[in-house]
């Protein structure tokens, strides 16, 4: 996740970035929607930021 939010912090390009880190070709919408949830529960701990701005680490 660090890796992918080093240049980007849109948060579609960086489900799309953690996608391709883990060697997935095309992101599925299942695909999508795992990462989402990681970021979601990253977000409920305080790891992570997600708001209009885009994703950042806390």
């Known amino acids: 996740m660090r890796i992918a939010l080093r240049s980007t912090s849109d948060m579609d390009e960086v489900i799309t970035r953690v996608s391709r880190i883990f060697g997935f070709k095309n992101t599925s919408r299942r695909t999508a929607s795992g990462i989402r949830r990681v970021m ?3 977000a409920r701990r305080g790891e992570i ?3 209009d701005e885009g994703v950042r680490f806390v």
Do not use: C, K, N, R
């Open 40 to 42: 979601e529960d990253m």
């Open 49 to 51: 930021v997600v708001d």
